[in-house]
């Protein structure tokens, strides 16, 4: 295993618990947004994951150039309307976590 190049390659993973009677319209919520924050500056991709066992969880996985494309992402407009709609749905705070990769196979 060896240590990657300098690439600021930023992965972003958020887990969010959602109440159950609220899952469909997340998913609406997500099919309608995932367009839009893909074609964002510095966004590579984004995959929604569900939980096997617990259905109304959900975490989202996305990839960005760098920090900096994500905070930027963070301050605009878009996401604080989509936020604060997704926001109202959630059953438990969401957890999340930014990660760089420091070792590849």
């Given at each position: ?8 390659v930023?992965y ?58 994500l ?16 926001r ?18």
């Open positions: 295993m060896t240590a990657p190049d300098s690439i600021p930023l972003r993973i958020v887990r969010m618990t959602f109440q159950p009677e609220h899952v469909d319209a997340f998913l609406q919520l997500f099919e309608n947004a995932r367009p839009r924050i893909e074609a964002v500056s510095g966004c590579r991709s984004v995959a929604l994951l569900r939980d096997a066992d617990r259905p109304n969880v959900f975490t989202t996985f996305s990839v960005w150039d760098s920090d900096a494309a905070q930027a992402y963070r301050s605009s407009d878009f996401f604080r309307s989509t936020w604060s709609r997704t109202a749905l959630f059953l438990e705070k969401p957890v999340a976590h930014s990660y760089h990769v420091e070792v590849t196979a």
